[in-house]
């Protein structure tokens, strides 16, 4: 890393001329929080919570507006980290086969079409970073492209096995073969919409905010029920937990710059441009100093998994790493937490022209479960949340939370919207919690 931008990026400096405020910039669409959210109150806790002068309030549903599944949904007023919330959710029944959305003024949440073919639901959550847009944008966007996607791919959903060819027609003799030797399912086709609804509105999201000339990114984490099965897409920090009366099933895996170091030190080394010059791929056990030049340290490169070498320190390696830091600290080019989202087209290092978007992927990760032959039980339930939960709690904390609240509520139908709030207000009091 060059002296230059290192000074400019972590050292203090003489105090110069103040900076012209930026000129406002339209927005892609109106700031507003999830529709479902419309008539709800800021909860104000029990009397505890209400005397501490550091607690926010929390907002839920209101008490009448059931969500799909009596699903829960709870959120954190904002930290005034920023100047709005920067986080979204969305939930709505979807029903794939024609294009249309009913009138939004009369939703209580999103209804994807009238005719039904295929029917399940959809749940989504979005963690902001940068700004409240790409959030938003994925909030508005996400289930159109998903519901495009699955329509795409309907008619091979209903066939058993799926069709090679839509239209029934055998071109090759071998075609039905290919389907049962690469033990094709219909799963498989919903697993591929998902991923392609993420990359269609990370596009979208790219064009919307170059346009209005805005910033920003988020992570989605997004549940389909859909034909018996339920499916996890995740994309960033964010987490989805199955909670039982015996176990904790993880529902998604994290992406950040550490767990994806291999994928990302490998993009690097392919194209070395990417760098500019300024960062070096390796890993070191620490920032290197001029004092160890010359000096044989440990080190890791994108062909290394657990194990680790040592090398002969150059000066090239006194760059600053292209990963830096440990867990909840480590960062892409000392900048971004999370390797997989949507969003950050125009997000580049501090005072560079490097930008961090060839490094970050849009593709979610797809966890299935088969909930007839789970053979769920009422008390049964997944919880999803943003990082803000899973910094405080951890999964085994989270289940046993759940595990101690529902069999005592059974007979209250809004009882996951109990809990969710209670999570919050916990959460509203921890001084960690963002």
Same mark, same amino acid.
């Given at each position: ?268 080394? $392919?194209?070395?441009? &990417? ?6 791929? !390796?890993?070191?056990?620490? +920032? @290197? /100093?001029?004092?160890? =030049? ?43 937490? $999370?390797?997989?989202? &949507? ?6 290092? !501090?005072?560079?022209?490097? +930008? @961090? /978007?060839?490094?970050? =992927? ?66 509203? =009091? ?5």
């Amino acid at each position: 890393m060059s002296a230059g931008w290192f000074r400019r990026r972590f050292l203090p400096g003489p105090p110069g001329p103040a900076p012209r405020p930026p000129k406002p910039r339209a927005s892609p669409v109106p700031y507003r929080r999830p529709r479902f959210l419309r008539g709800s109150a800021s909860s104000p806790g029990p009397a505890d919570t209400a005397r501490r002068p550091d607690a926010r309030p929390v907002r839920s549903p209101a008490r009448g507006r059931a969500l799909p599944w009596n699903a829960g949904y709870a959120e954190i007023i904002n930290a005034e980290k920023s100047e709005f919330n920067e986080d979204q959710a969305a939930c709505g029944k979807l029903c794939i086969r024609k294009c249309g959305f009913g009138a939004e003024d009369d939703q209580e949440w999103l209804t994807l079409n009238s005719e039904e073919f295929l029917t399940g639901h959809y749940w989504a959550l979005f963690d902001g970073h940068g700004g409240p847009a790409a959030a938003i944008l994925a909030a508005n966007t996400l289930h159109s492209c998903l519901r495009r996607q699955l329509e795409a791919v309907a008619d091979g959903m209903a066939a058993t096995p799926p069709l090679m060819h839509l239209s029934g027609c055998c071109v090759c003799p071998s075609d039905p073969q290919f389907v049962e030797e690469k033990g094709i399912r219909a799963e498989d086709l919903v697993i591929g919409a998902l991923e392609s609804a993420f990359q269609e509105c990370d596009e979208v999201i790219g064009r919307e905010l170059e346009a209005s000339g805005q910033v920003g990114g988020c992570t989605a984490l997004v549940a389909v029920s859909l034909q018996g099965k339920l499916y996890m897409a995740n994309a960033g920090d964010s987490r989805a937990i199955l909670v039982r009366r015996d176990e904790v099933l993880p529902l998604s895996t994290e992406f950040t710059p550490e767990t994806e170091r291999q994928r990302i030190q490998q993009l690097a080394f $392919v194209y070395p441009e &990417l760098l500019a010059d300024e960062f070096t791929r !390796l890993e070191f056990p620490r +920032r @290197l /100093k001029g004092d160890d =030049l010359g000096q044989k340290v440990l080190f890791r490169d994108h062909h290394m998994s657990g194990c680790r070498s040592y090398k002969c320190v150059e000066k090239s390696d006194l760059k600053y790493p292209l990963i830096h830091g440990q867990g909840r600290q480590a960062r892409l080019m000392g900048t971004l937490a $999370v390797s997989r989202g &949507l969003g950050d087209h125009q997000l580049r290092v !501090l005072d560079t022209s490097i +930008r @961090l /978007k060839p490094f970050l =992927l849009s593709v979610p990760q797809v966890i299935v479960l088969d909930m007839d032959q789970l053979q769920l039980q009422d008390d049964d339930v997944v919880v999803m949340a943003t990082d803000g939960l899973w910094d405080v709690l951890s999964n085994e904390q989270v289940g046993k939370l759940v595990r101690g609240f529902l069999p005592g509520n059974r007979e209250d139908p809004h009882r996951c919207a109990v809990l969710a709030v209670e999570f919050s207000r916990g959460l509203a =009091l921890h001084p960690c919690c963002s």
